[in-house]
Every structure is written in structure tokens, then in C-alpha cells.
């Protein structure tokens, strides 16, 4: 029963570290490197140490040796081990490889990539941090190992790693300080990580001058209880010269020699351990999750914003591009003079109201044979059209760069992205052939609708030019409706001359129909091309693309590792609030001078 249980745990915690594993970061948010460290740490435990010791609950302890630099943490393993296995770093700071010292008849176990799969095993010394040594000593009890960890507080960033990883490793910390940097801030961060972590924890005083552990003792065991991690033993080890070998006096380490051997002799008490250390592992998953869960939303969140920023400004630009037709912005200067060129005089404007049947006639006549006004007005139009749309292109541009400018994540993007706060490069190009493919297909619309009326199907090509141009003037002059009348006056009556001309040639409503078919072939062939503008911004985005379903999948994963936990029995009992538990495997050592 409690293998299917723990049988359980394992498939969950997989779970868990597959989507630990799994967990993409990209944006640049103030929580996404914090989450992200979390979340590798996470893994890394789960590789190390978790799923490797659930494999084997009954496996040797393993005691990572811990603590800052210089505080004796190597002279006290070759003193337990009553040889010098660990070479002691004489310059600061030693690269080497982790030492691990076991019993003969564990070191199968430890040999092996059980724990700490990720280290390479050697027997050798190696400068080659990413190994672990793995020697035998007969001294020590078999059923735990002790491993020499770096400095925690070494100048190399890679050694302070290791250190993490191994400690992230182990059933149990042996942790080392001297009397002089006992209150160093950097111990007191790694031992608050053993208290959220559950992890069992001794304490070795080290290098105490005689006398001074009536002050520093009762001080230290003050900040134990402040820190949370009152609950190992304490050992104090007062300053001492080193034999030949370089090791402590027999009696000097006496001490912690018998509790690591009543530990290895005691199968009670190392399945303590081990529960007390896993359960509490486990646990200190759950606001791990939280954290990089609550990071992953916001990166959704990011995402979603950043990209309905780029929708709304390119959205806007459409909208601009129709605005400027509905006010009617193409209708002055250069159009409006091609235009009056084209159609006649200001007495022909003048006639417009009172003789429809002749002006059909005068505007065939005027146009026949006439093509250069037209072509002119064609190209004023175009022109005018080019602007409003590159104009609107550049809007947008500026409108989302700005968008994501007042964004972390987006100011970060833009850093890769310089370029995007303006259009591509070959925006001009794109705009002017949307224009002339525009302006066909209103020619095709007048000539398909010419051809449905037999009294014009026979109009010339000129006249088709024109009457397009006609249909043309009124789609950049008109809203949504097309007003009759005088209604609407637009340059000395130019839309209303337009729109007289073709309600004379074709009727009132299939003008209507013509002018709203071309107005919307217009913008949905601007929003298609501010679309593909809008795609730059996209393409950076989907370079970092944001997982959505993360989150929640994470948060499933972790509440199927708390319910396997319980089942498994492996849940820590938390200790009151204020109270400290009592010192594992007795009171505190002390040796005397």
C-alpha cells in the first residue's frame, strides 16, 4: 500500500516537473526572471533529490556539509572520516569537484546517478565542478554520507550554484560557521531556505576561542529561533590545532561523530529524516507554483494587452483613412481644380439642378476624345489617396510603438525591434499599387453596371473613365449614405455635379449601390494592408510566444502533488507558531578545549 502510494506521488510530481520543465517566460516582466529561477530550481530538486529518493526511501542518508567560506567545512568531513578525502581549499575560492564520503556498502548507491543525476562520477580528484567524487571511507557508519559542498558565498557565481544544488540535495544539512561570521547575512538566507524547504538542519559552531561560547552560543541559539530552524542539533567546536593530516583531535569532533553514527545506526530515525525532509520538500512546492503560475498569467496578460494595443491602433488607421473620405480631405487643391477641368465650367456646375437629360449629353461630349484631363484627375486622386493611406500607416505605426513603449514587455521588444514605431520600408510601393487596383475595380464597377442598361451599354472607354472618376469623387466626398440635392457641397458643388451625373446615367439607387460597394472595396483593401502592417508587431510577439493554457495546467499539477502527498502520508506537521522544536538526536554537542 504505501509503495501504490508513494507510486502516486512520483507520477505526480513528474506531472508537476514536465510543466515546471515546460514553463516559457518571454516577455520581459519584473516578475519573469524570479519565476523563472524558481521554477528551474524547482526542477532541479525534483531531478536531484525528490524523484530519485521516493524511487528509494530506504536508500543512505546523504548530509550535504555546508557554510561559508573558510569555515572549516572540509577539515571537519576528514576529521569525521579520520582521513584527508576532502582537500581543504588553501587558496579562495577553490574550483573543484564535490566530495562525497560514504561506507564501503553504500557506495554502489551513491555511485550511481541516483541522486544528483546530473553530476558525472569519478573517483578522482577533478577541477571539473560538474563531477562528483565519490570516495569510500571505512570510518564511516554505513547509512549516511556526507558530501563537502562549495562556499556559499563564493566570488565564483558557478560555485555558489553548485553549492545551492547540492544543499537542494540533500536529506539532511550539516551546516558550518565559525564564532567570528556566525551572523553573516548569506548563512541565515541559505538556512531560511532549509526551514521553508522542510529540510533537517545541524548546526556546527565552529573555531569558538575559549571562553567566548558563553556569549555567542546563547546569541546564536537566539537567532535559530528568530530564523525558524531551532529544530537540529547545535555543535560547538572550539579552536584547535590540526594534526599531521590536517585533522581535528578525535575528541574534539566527538560529538557530531556519535550523532552521525546513532543517525546511520537508527533506521527510525533516518526514515524520520527523509519523511520530514521529503514532506516538507513537497510541500515548498506549492508557492513555488504559485509564484511561476501567477508570473505565467501575467505573461498572458502582457501578451493579450500588447496585442489589442497593435489591434486598436491599426484599427484607428482604418478608421482615419474612412474619416478622411467622409470629410471629404481628398476633395481641394489639385483634385478639385482636375476635376473642374474635366466636367467644364462654373456655368456647366451652375446647371447642374435644372438640366439633367443635357448634362448626361455634355459630359459624354466633354470627355470623348479627351483623355489627358481625366488621366490627370486619375492620377490627383491617386495621389491624394496614397497620402491618406500612408499617413494612416504611419499613424498606427507610432500609435502601437507608442502603446508598447508604456509597457515593460513591450519596451523590451521594441529594443530587438527598432524598427516598428515606423512603416516597412516598402509601404509607398504597396499603398500605390492598392490605389491603382482600387481604381480599377470602380472602373469595372461602372462598366458592369453600364452593361446591365441597354441606353449606355455602348458608352465609350473615355466615358467608362470618366464615369468611374465620377463615382470615384463621390466615394471621397460621402458618408455612409449618399445625400441628394444640395444637401452636401464639396468644393463649389463638386459632389453634387458627380452624384448628378451618375443618378442621370444610371438612377438614384444604383448610384447608392455603386458608391457604398466601392467605399467598402476601399477600406477592406486598407484594412488588408495595415493588417499586413499590424503583422510586423505580431511576428515580434509570436517570436515570444506566451503558452496560455500554463498556468492552469500548473496549478492542476500542483493540486494532484498535495493530494498524493496526504495520501502518502508525507505532509509535515507544521510546529506552532513561536515555538521551536526540540534538538534532533539529543541536545547540543560541545567539546572543551
Known amino acids: 500500500m504505501v509503495q501504490t502510494r508513494t507510486a502516486s506521488l512520483v507520477a505526480a510530481l513528474t506531472e508537476l516537473r514536465d510543466r515546471l520543465a515546460g514553463v516559457r517566460l518571454p516577455l520581459d516582466l519584473p516578475d519573469a526572471e524570479g519565476a523563472g529561477s524558481a521554477a528551474r530550481g524547482a526542477v532541479g530538486q525534483l531531478d536531484d533529490y525528490l524523484l530519485p529518493r521516493l524511487g528509494r526511501l530506504d536508500a543512505p542518508l546523504l548530509v550535504v556539509v555546508g557554510g561559508s567560506t573558510g569555515a572549516g567545512k572540509s577539515t571537519l568531513v576528514n576529521s569525521l572520516v579520520r582521513a584527508p578525502v576532502s582537500a581543504p581549499g588553501v587558496l579562495r575560492p577553490t574550483t573543484r569537484s564535490p566530495t562525497l564520503v560514504c561506507h564501503p556498502d553504500d557506495a554502489p548507491w551513491f555511485a550511481e546517478s541516483h541522486l544528483l543525476p546530473g553530476l558525472a562520477r569519478t573517483t578522482q580528484h577533478s577541477d571539473d565542478p560538474a563531477t562528483l567524487r565519490v570516495v569510500v571511507a571505512p570510518a564511516l557508519r554505513a547509512g549516511l554520507a556526507l558530501l563537502d559542498a562549495p562556499d556559499i558565498d563564493s566570488v565564483v557565481a558557478d560555485n555558489r550554484a553548485l553549492a545551492a544544488q547540492l544543499l537542494a540535495a540533500a536529506d539532511l544539512w550539516l551546516f558550518v560557521t565559525t564564532a567570528a561570521r556566525y551572523a553573516d547575512a548569506v548563512p541565515w538566507d541559505l538556512l531560511r531556505t532549509a526551514r521553508d524547504r522542510g529540510a533537517v538542519t545541524a548546526l556546527v559552531l565552529d573555531r569558538v576561542p575559549p571562553g567566548a561560547d558563553a556569549e555567542i552560543v546563547p546569541d546564536l541559539t537566539r537567532m535559530r529561533a528568530a530564523n525558524g530552524v531551532a529544530d537540529g542539533p547545535l555543535f560547538v567546536i572550539p579552536e584547535s590545532v590540526l594534526d599531521g593530516q590536517g585533522l581535528l583531535a578525535e575528541s574534539v569532533v566527538a560529538p557530531v561523530r556519535a550523532w552521525a553514527d546513532a543517525l546511520a545506526g537508527s533506521a527510525a530515525e533516518r526514515a524520520d529524516v527523509v519523511r520530514r525532509t521529503v514532506g516538507g520538500a513537497v510541500a515548498a512546492l506549492a508557492p ?128 530587438a525591434a527598432p524598427d516598428l514605431g515606423t512603416p516597412a520600408p516598402d509601404l509607398a510601393a504597396r499603398v500605390d499599387m492598392l490605389v491603382r487596383e482600387w481604381q480599377q475595380s470602380v472602373l469595372d464597377l461602372v462598366r458592369t453596371e453600364a452593361g446591365q442598361r441597354r441606353h449606355i451599354a455602348r458608352v465609350s472607354a473615355y466615358a467608362v473613365n470618366a464615369l468611374g472618376l465620377a463615382a470615384m469623387v463621390v466615394v471621397f466626398a460621402a458618408t455612409a449614405f449618399i445625400p441628394t440635392g444640395a444637401e452636401l457641397a464639396v468644393g463649389a458643388g463638386t459632389t453634387v455635379a458627380a452624384q448628378k451625373i451618375l443618378e442621370a446615367i444610371f438612377g438614384d439607387q444604383a448610384v447608392r449601390e455603386l458608391a457604398e460597394k466601392a467605399r467598402a472595396d476601399l477600406l477592406r483593401r486598407v484594412g488588408a494592408l495595415l493588417a499586413t502592417e499590424a503583422d510586423r508587431f505580431r511576428a515580434v510577439l509570436a517570436a515570444a510566444p506566451v503558452d496560455d493554457a500554463a498556468p492552469d495546467a500548473l496549478r492542476r499539477a500542483a493540486a494532484e502533488v498535495a493530494r498524493a502527498a496526504r495520501g502518502a502520508n508525507l505532509t509535515p506537521e507544521p510546529a506552532p507558531p513561536g515555538s521551536a522544536a526540540e534538538p534532533h538526536s539529543g541536545a547540543r554537542g560541545r567539546v572543551e578545549p
Open 288 to 415: 513555488i507554483v504559485a509564484t511561476v503560475s501567477a508570473a505565467a498569467d501575467a505573461q498572458i496578460a502582457a501578451a493579450r494587452l500588447l496585442s489589442a494595443t497593435v489591434d486598436t491602433a491599426y484599427e484607428s488607421g482604418v478608421s482615419a483613412v474612412g474619416n478622411g473620405l467622409s470629410r471629404g480631405d481628398l476633395m481641394r487643391g489639385e483634385v478639385l481644380a482636375r476635376w473642374q477641368d474635366l466636367v467644364g465650367t462654373g456655368e456647366f456646375m451652375r446647371g447642374v439642378q435644372a438640366r439633367v437629360a443635357a448634362l448626361r449629353d455634355r459630359f459624354s461630349a466633354a470627355v470623348t476624345g479627351r483623355p489627358r484631363p481625366a488621366d490627370e484627375l486619375r492620377e490627383a486622386l491617386g495621389s491624394g489617396l496614397s497620402v491618406l493611406v500612408r499617413e494612416a500607416a504611419a499613424g498606427a505605426a507610432e500609435d502601437a510603438a507608442r502603446g508598447w513603449r508604456a509597457h515593460p514587455a513591450g519596451t523590451a521588444l521594441l529594443r
